[in-house]
């Protein structure tokens, strides 16, 4: 595919979890383990709102080994998914792209937070998570991902919306 040279183009992304206590008002799902506390969605999804399956293709969520099924694909907008738990893991988001856009996939890492604390590897890098106006633990971050040299495609698919 011909490549545009000398350009990139950058997609703010935002990605990660927010989790809610389990109780009466927010009762365990039908069939998940006794032991669950938490109900958590993780999510990828552009910052600026745009649909993003524009460019994406699907998201694989790769979940801790102990939930059946680790490896969740998400093949449609949103791009998120919602699980219940009781413990805090790091997962890898996967991002493939669309065959016009000529990427190979990409990979971020994020911890689930289902508490309001640190997580243990804090590093000063992430972002602690945050208790929102509902009681939710909010941990979501930033980021960007730059295309270089992108495909004649992809550059008119992303500078035309
Ligand atoms: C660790 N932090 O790194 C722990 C693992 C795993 C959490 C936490 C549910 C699994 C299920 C779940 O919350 N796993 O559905 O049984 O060792």
Redesign the pocket.
């Known amino acids: 595919q011909r490549r545009i040279h000398g350009i990139s183009i950058s997609k703010p992304i935002m990605y990660g979890n927010n989790a809610e206590q389990i109780s009466e008002a927010n009762p365990l799902p039908p069939g998940?383990?006794k032991?669950?506390t938490?109900i958590w969605t993780l999510f990828v999804k552009d910052a600026t709102g745009q649909d993003m399956s524009l460019y994406v293709k699907k998201v694989v969520f790769k979940?801790?080994e102990?939930?059946?099924n680790s490896m969740r694909t998400v093949e449609k907008p949103p791009f998120e998914l919602r699980?219940?738990?009781?413990?805090?893991?790091?997962v890898a988001i996967r991002i493939y792209f669309n065959s016009v856009c000529g990427e190979r996939n990409i990979t971020f890492y994020h911890n689930i937070k289902l508490h309001p604390y640190p997580p243990q590897a804090f590093n000063g890098s992430m972002g602690a998570p945050v208790v929102d106006k509902e009681g939710r633990v909010q941990s979501i971050l930033y980021d960007e991902i730059v295309f270089n040299e992108p495909t004649e495609k992809m550059f008119r698919l992303l500078t035309s919306t």
């Open positions: 998940a383990p032991d669950h938490h979940l801790h102990t939930y059946p699980e219940s738990g009781w413990g805090e893991f790091e």
